[in-house]
Nanobody, 126 residues
Framework: QAQIVESGGGLVQPGGSLRLSCTASGFTLDYYAVGWFRQAPGKERERVSCISSHDGSTFYADSVKGRFTISRNNAKNMVYLQMNSLKPVDTAVYYC???????????????????WGRGTQVTVSS
């Protein structure tokens, strides 16, 4: 059964770093666009970052640009989200999602992704 699992969340102080990991069982992420999304309490889901499968192009929300980096390790069937200079506003549940998409992943806002993990909590607080 195809499944996506996120890990790496936790509690970190403002200015700190975390690296989230996304892995899949039952399918190979190499052929999928992978996106990171987040949702804070009382707020709508926000698209954070994504990486395309066919050309490796990436997308970052303006709110995380310059602080977050998405990458792949195809040998390990993993996608990472390195988060630096974290701020309290980054506090949310972070979800990984994957889909075989025809266009660069920046074209898609989230509903097109068919496989989702259960999320990992990131809390930025002093």
């Amino acid at each position: 059964q195809a499944q996506i699992v996120e890990s790496g969340g936790g509690l970190v102080q403002p200015g700190g770093s975390l690296r989230l990991s996304c892995t899949a069982s039952g399918f190979t992420l190499d052929y999928y666009a992978v996106g990171w999304f987040r949702q804070a309490p009382g707020k709508e889901r926000e698209r954070v970052s994504c990486i395309s499968s066919h050309d490796g192009s990436t997308f970052y929300a303006d709110s995380v640009k310059g602080r977050f980096t998405i990458s792949r390790n195809n040998a390990k069937n993993m996608v990472y989200l390195q988060m630096n200079s974290l701020k309290p506003v980054d506090t949310a549940v972070y979800y990984c999602a994957a889909e075989r998409l025809a266009l660069q992943c920046k074209t898609y806002r989230g509903d097109e992704f068919g496989s989702w993990g259960r999320g990992t909590q990131v809390t930025v607080s002093s």
